[in-house]
């Protein structure tokens, strides 16, 4: 049975807004709530950027029935050995509510540090080094490490008794083979079912057979379809296009500028836009059958509260009691 989750967007809502709506979204039924993590938004029409760390200890005390997942890029603007003190106060706080997701990150984020912007072969790298430094320091281990990263005789003193998942980010079936090999399990973004297998094949075959995995799941509901359409495409157009361009581009001016001839209509391809209840659990469903163990849905328009009310009343009954 599919664990169901509300995505907390810091790019498009205040922390306090989002507080708001894991509330609400667990006295709707979701159990997970997947908290992004960015200095920047996507576009000026976002417009936020709060704080994913701190709002997470707030989020998780006012809500004691979801875990926690947060996207995290640990290695330029996060020190790993950062990451490993968060996540470990987190999962101390909290047993057996927090997973830690990482990837190589986008520089609209992580080149605020002025550092070089790997490419992505070097990203990777630096992805694993920065995992096995976080593991050995929950192991209680002293780590000396010099690489793409380094570390000075760290010994991480406060830890919890269960230890979080690190779950692997992946969008192209390459990425994905390379996770099956570490990672404890798989985070991926919806798009067609053809193209989605790819991925999840790819992960079982690099050693991810049988691990977690979680899709985020991109959509747009509202009250009727016209709607759902132009909430999308304001919120969500500048991210649509493949990756080796959104994890270039710098500054949300430049996202705005590379979706400025974007038509709503582009956006059936990458959103599942949709005022039907029905057609979208049609859409969840399938997503189960392809193995994934936790759907968190994120609704990309602005109307989260109906969204929340709807989807909880309509949707996650009809996926977790099928």
């Known amino acids: 049975m599919a664990q169901i989750g509300y995505h907390a967007s810091h790019e498009q809502f205040k922390p306090s807004e989002l507080l708001k709506y894991v509330q609400m979204a667990e006295q709707a039924g979701f159990t997970l709530a997947l908290s992004s993590d960015h200095f920047h938004p996507w576009s000026e029409a976002q417009g936020q950027s709060g704080f994913a760390w701190s709002w997470l200890g707030a989020a998780m005390q006012a809500t004691p029935r979801l875990s926690y997942r947060v996207v995290c890029a640990p290695g330029q603007r996060y020190h790993p050995a950062i990451i490993a003190q968060a996540a470990a106060t987190l999962a101390e706080m909290f047993p057996n509510r927090f997973w830690l997701t990482v990837g190589s990150g986008q520089a609209l984020n992580e080149h605020i540090t002025g550092d070089k912007w790997p490419t992505k072969s070097d990203r ?8 096995d430094i976080i593991r050995a320091l929950w192991a209680g281990e002293t780590v000396t490490h010099r690489g793409l990263v380094c570390v000075e005789d760290a010994k991480l003193y406060t830890r919890p008794e269960i230890l979080p998942l690190i779950i692997g980010a992946a969008v192209t079936p390459e990425t994905a083979e390379w996770l ?14 053809e193209k989605l297998k790819k ?23 509202d009250s009727n379809a016209e709607k759902a359409l132009q909430g999308a495409h304001d919120q ?24 400025e001839f974007v038509q709503p209509e582009e956006l059936y391809q990458h959103v599942r836009i949709s005022a039907d209840q029905e057609q979208h659990i049609e859409w969840l469903q399938k997503d189960i059958e392809l193995g994934f163990d936790q759907l968190i849905l994120h609704n990309v328009n602005r109307e989260q509260e109906q969204f929340i009310e709807v989807f909880g009343e309509k949707v996650v009954p009809g996926l977790t009691t099928s």
């Open 124 to 131: 990777n790298t630096r992805l694993k080094e920065c995992v």
């Open 180 to 193: 099956g090999s570490w990672a404890d399990g798989l985070i991926t973004t919806s798009r067609p079912p």
């Open 199 to 221: 991925v999840v094949d790819a992960f079982r075959r690099g050693g991810g057979e049988g691990k977690p995995m979680i899709l985020k799941v991109q959509l747009s509901y």
């Open 236 to 259: 969500w157009r500048s991210n649509i296009f493949k990756s080796k361009m959104l994890t270039e581009l710098i500054t949300p001016d430049q996202f705005d500028a590379a979706g």
